[in-house]
């Protein structure tokens, strides 16, 4: 058997044959770090799947970590772990924390034995942890910034409803920035809904959107564009007094677009388009 082989055998027998032990202590060594964030049921569940995947690599060389065949299913199980660790909140110090508190509970279940070839696999040893440390903050990064891009969806959808207000009318109200991720959004919902419903006006409010520049303009253009090859007419709603005197100084045309001040004046004239109005009821017969 090589030399190499040699030295790294007698720790990773060492530590297979205590690994209940050494779970239990990691448990509590990472539990301590965490302060009841995770339950120990959890933590224990986690980290017996992370020493399963450690144990047979215990005494290969860090620098194999990221490029080495051997690493595979390690480092796919401290890539889960650090996800989960992102979905859960914690942070990537406590996230890295857990894995390098190994090293206490292997240098505790190592400090009686004077073996200097011991001494040397535990410092390949602690060199690999390092290195899986650190692959956690990367692992835990990418996982907070799919976290984060989630949400922003989910905020864009939430932000941007379509709502039926009558029959076969459709508004979109916006509230703050209009930008081209935004955008993308409205129009896929819009003309989702009027597949959906059949409707054919389509009402674009924004009353709640802060400026409209040229940029903004050409958005909303976009918008109208779409919906209208889907059949639907188009209504742009919420055209306040300052909104009006930019546009006309950007010089800005809608064309041929209805634009109405309010929300209310969109669907009054939806209706009219329809051959419907809408009178007080003590004006009726009158």
Not at 155 to 184: C, N, Y
Not at 213 to 234: F, P, S
Request: hydrophobic share 45%.
């Amino acid at each position: 058997m090589p030399a190499n082989a040699d030295r790294a055998h007698r720790l990773s027998g060492l530590l297979a044959d205590n690994a209940g032990t050494l779970l239990q202590r990691w448990v509590q060594l990472a539990g301590a770090e965490l302060q009841g964030r995770l339950t120990v049921a959890e933590l224990e569940r986690d980290l017996r799947e992370l020493l399963d995947t450690l144990l047979p690599v215990a005494g290969r060389q860090a620098a194999d970590v990221r490029t080495g065949a051997d690493f595979t299913e390690l480092n796919t199980v401290l890539t889960e772990l650090s996800r989960r660790r992102a979905r859960q909140n914690l942070t990537p110090t406590e996230t890295a924390s857990s894995v390098f508190a190994l090293k206490q509970a292997v240098f505790e279940l190592t400090e009686q034995d004077d073996d200097p070839a011991l001494f040397r696999e535990l410092i390949t040893f602690s060199s690999l942890l390092d290195s899986l440390g650190l692959l956690t903050f990367e692992a835990y990064t990418r996982a907070r910034e799919e976290v984060i891009n989630e949400q922003e969806v989910q905020l864009l959808e939430l932000t941007t409803p379509v709502v039926k207000i009558w029959e076969g009318v459709l508004a979109v109200p916006l509230v703050g920035t209009l930008d081209s991720g935004r955008t993308q959004v409205v129009m896929e919902k819009l003309l989702q809904s009027l597949v959906d419903t059949g409707s054919e006006h389509a009402i674009i409010d924004i009353t709640g959107v802060l400026a409209v520049d040229t940029q903004v303009a050409q958005h909303l253009l976009k918008t109208v564009v779409a919906a209208r090859l889907m059949g639907a007419e188009c209504t742009i709603s919420g055209i306040r007094p300052q909104i009006a005197q930019t546009i006309v100084a950007l010089g800005i045309e809608f064309g041929d677009i209805t634009t109405k001040a309010t929300l209310a004046d969109a669907l009054r004239h939806a209706l009219r388009s329809d051959g419907l109005s809408v009178v007080r009821r003590d004006q009726v017969g009158a």
